[in-house]
């Protein structure tokens, strides 16, 4: 066995996610991931991480471990610490039901496994987990559910908030529950007919000994089979419980998890309801309202398997990612120590752009009513950034789910883009309606735009995509032009001509000037369009390096030809070994980029920055069939076991972190319509 931790929590790539597209549940998510698909941690298990309720980046709790201890061996194996193998799927790709597989050697050489089946409820707002534990030899055993307890208000921001939890004994059930004053949350089991538990024990998480030693510890650390008890705790905590089984070589029991905000009553009843039901008639009902939301949006789009699996499987990946307030956040996962869910203004423009070209418009529309909802108007408290720039008529970096702004920086194409997935939705689906509505929102943001000139015919300096640069960002200032003259058409629609002129000619003048800003000549790399011309800061020199976001200036942004001299120059450079993973085809955001598991640099690419180098050689006849090799070939040697595309792969293509990130999923989807149509999809007007 793996020896315990002292916090056994530790980076994941995330292999899957699931929730459910309507119904109650609809706002429980819940990542899973296989350890195995990894080679930098020494484990091989699959297990369930961070799960959610009601706010996609408040965690009510994470790592979900099922445990076996065989008396007779006096061995505890953990699904994560001792797998020897495992397997992480999706019951299909529109159906993502989590299925988990664990296989166990022990002492005496013989064999043991574990499934778990997952689906959250759609008639109540609970998550049941149907376990099957098989072995090659009839002994007395427990099994052990330990879980960390995350409920408690912002967790990822406030290690040190409280929470409290205790153990409900009703007359036939046992129940454990947690709560942080806002939210509750309910773990009930049944196996057999009985709802009891073999003990159970309400613990510290990361104490190693004493009285509230954690469950972790308790359990695992001490490896005899049996559990010290206690009724309640308050802290930081985890918890577990057993289910003793005598001489089985098959044992089948069901976890239900119930969440609630009005009451830990209700979160019991949840969880009970859940068991009521069963496993089968919960997946009837999950497996159904996947379907009905599919067939209201384009499906199977080539008839070429692979390619058809994985457009499913983006789709699915995106509806999952939605959160109540009807936005998507941009990953359901922690890389270093922060995590991606918030949202981003970015992220939903690209996400309306793959929305729009799957014609699943009614998430376009919810989408664009968020951008229109948290935009920083007169009626804001604050409207000030650290910068002191007056950012009303803008959007906030990134926010919480409850619309509260996180991170503040400004970034042009979160301001140029929601003008542009107001245009792009008014022109796919012509409804008037849409441009009416929203059209106040985006002359808020084209005002400021033409308000951000800098004197000399550009955009002033704000903050590159990648977020790390204060300059002339490529990207963040194509994407103001695009902004611009999608305004000048929606605002000649309707009768505003003055207005169109004066936007109009402001992105004529900045157009004009783009390469003098964006372009440099003779640098380390060559010739090529860089990540932002005069930065503040940055390594390696954001104004000597080239940039795949700088691609964007072409798609969708539609600023550049595709065979403007210059990004022909660049793209060409996207075969250079400093910027492209040596073993598979895909291209990182820049040379030297140290955004990486290890914090170095690192051989490897991002699937998203592929796709716009792709679209632009695919365009410029550089290489005719890049977009074509990418959706049939290359994409899917970077998924993850569960058909996910990551945020990054190392130089083989395997995955590397922050999978199911939610642009690299739009951008597959976006890819797999632009070839079908011939011409990439969404192009913002030209000149």
């Known amino acids: 066995?793996?020896?315990?931790?002292?916090?056994?929590?530790?980076?994941?790539?995330?292999?899957?996610?699931?929730?459910?597209?309507?119904?109650?549940?609809?706002?429980?998510?819940?990542?899973?991931?296989?350890?195995?698909?990894?080679?930098?941690?020494?484990?091989?298990?699959?297990?369930?991480?961070?799960?959610?309720?009601?706010?996609?980046?408040?965690?009510?709790?994470?790592?979900?471990?099922?445990?076996?201890?065989?008396?007779?061996?006096?061995?505890?194996?953990?699904?994560?610490?001792?797998?020897?193998?495992?397997?992480?799927?999706?019951?299909?790709?529109?159906?993502?039901?989590?299925?988990?597989?664990?296989?166990?050697?022990?002492?005496?050489?013989?064999?043991?496994?574990?499934?778990?089946?997952?689906?959250?409820?759609?008639?109540?707002c609970s998550l049941l987990v149907r376990n099957r534990a098989s072995f090659d030899s009839a002994h007395e055993r427990t099994l052990f559910t330990v879980f960390n307890l995350g409920i408690k208000g912002h967790s990822h921001e406030d290690p040190n908030a409280v929470q409290a939890a205790h153990v409900v004994h009703a007359e036939d059930c046992d129940v454990l529950t947690a709560t942080d004053g806002n939210r509750h949350v309910a773990f009930a089991q049944a196996y057999d007919g009985s709802r009891r538990f073999d003990g159970h024990r309400v613990g510290h998480s990361g104490r190693q000994s004493g009285p509230e030693r954690s469950a972790w510890a308790d359990i695992y650390g001490e490896n005899d089979g049996w559990i010290d008890e206690t009724e309640s705790g308050s802290g930081n905590l985890d918890a577990g419980f057993g289910l003793f089984v005598d001489d089985e070589e098959s044992v089948e029991w069901l976890t239900a998890v119930g969440f609630a905000t009005e009451s830990e009553e209700k979160a019991i009843e949840h969880a009970r309801n859940a068991l009521d039901a069963g496993y089968e008639s919960e997946r009837e009902a999950f497996d159904r309202a996947w379907r009905d939301w599919h067939r209201n949006v384009r499906g199977e789009p080539t008839g070429e398997a692979v390619v058809d699996d994985l457009y499913e499987r983006s789709l699915t990946s995106l509806k999952c990612a939605e959160d109540h307030c009807e936005a998507m956040i941009a990953g359901a996962f922690k890389p270093t120590d922060m995590t991606y869910k918030f949202i981003w203004?970015?992220?939903?423009?690209?996400?309306?752009?793959?929305?729009?070209?799957?014609?699943?418009?009614?998430?376009?529309?919810?989408?664009?009513?968020?951008?229109?909802?948290?935009?920083?108007?007169?009626?804001?408290?604050?409207?000030?950034?650290?910068?002191?720039?007056?950012?009303?008529?803008?959007?906030?970096?990134?926010?919480?789910?409850?619309?509260?702004?996180?991170?503040?920086?400004?970034?042009?194409?979160?301001?140029?883009?929601?003008?542009?997935?107001?245009?792009?939705?008014?022109?796919?689906?012509?409804?008037?309606d849409a441009l009416e509505e929203h059209y106040e929102m985006s002359e808020r943001a084209a005002t400021f735009l033409l308000e951000w000139d800098n004197g000399d015919g550009f955009p002033r300096k704000h903050q590159d995509p990648w977020e790390e640069v204060w300059g002339h960002s490529t990207e963040g200032s194509a994407s103001a032009i695009a902004g611009l003259r999608c305004m000048a058409e929606m605002a000649e629609e309707t009768g505003d001509e003055e207005f169109a002129a004066e936007c109009r000619e402001c992105a004529a003048d900045w157009a004009d000037n783009f390469e003098t800003y964006c372009f440099r000549t003779n640098t380390p790399y060559g010739d090529h369009y860089v990540t932002a011309a005069d930065p503040e800061y940055g390594e390696p020199a954001p104004d000597q390096r080239p940039d795949a976001a700088a691609f964007m200036a072409y798609w969708p942004w539609n600023v550049l030809d595709a065979d403007d001299e210059g990004l022909v120059s660049t793209v060409e450079l996207a075969d250079d070994p400093a910027w492209r993973a040596d073993d598979t085809p895909c291209v990182g955001r820049y040379p030297g980029d140290v955004y990486t598991p290890s914090g170095t640099a690192e051989d490897g690419g991002w699937p998203l920055c592929e796709a716009y180098v792709d679209v632009v050689r695919w365009q410029s006849g550089v290489d005719p069939d890049a977009v074509a090799d990418y959706v049939t070939e290359h994409a899917g040697e970077w998924t993850t076991s569960a058909g996910l595309l990551p945020e990054r792969v190392d130089a083989d293509g395997t995955v590397s972190w922050n999978s199911n990130l939610q642009w690299s999923q739009a951008m597959y989807v976006l890819l797999v319509e632009s070839h079908l149509r011939g011409e990439p999809y969404g192009l913002a007007p030209g000149e």
């Open 345 to 432: 203004p970015r992220d939903q423009v690209i996400i309306v752009q793959a929305l729009a070209a799957a014609g699943a418009f009614d998430e376009a529309r919810q989408a664009l009513e968020w951008l229109d909802r948290v935009q920083i108007t007169d009626g804001d408290e604050e409207t000030h950034d650290d910068r002191g720039i007056d950012r009303r008529g803008t959007w906030w970096q990134n926010y919480y789910t409850t619309g509260e702004p996180h991170w503040r920086a400004l970034q042009l194409d979160q301001v140029g883009g929601p003008i542009y997935a107001h245009w792009l939705l008014w022109r796919e689906t012509g409804d008037d």
């Open 1 to 124: 066995m793996v020896e315990p931790e002292a916090d056994f929590t530790v980076p994941s790539d995330k292999d899957a996610i699931t929730s459910t597209p309507a119904g109650q549940s609809q706002h429980v998510l819940v990542t899973a991931n296989r350890y195995a698909d990894n080679p930098r941690y020494p484990y091989r298990g699959a297990i369930v991480e961070e799960t959610s309720a009601f706010r996609s980046d408040v965690e009510l709790f994470y790592d979900l471990h099922s445990m076996v201890w065989d008396a007779d061996l006096r061995e505890t194996h953990d699904i994560r610490n001792d797998a020897v193998e495992s397997s992480l799927e999706w019951a299909s790709a529109a159906v993502p039901e989590l299925r988990l597989r664990n296989e166990f050697e022990f002492g005496d050489g013989t064999s043991g496994s574990l499934e778990q089946h997952i689906v959250a409820s759609s008639n109540q």
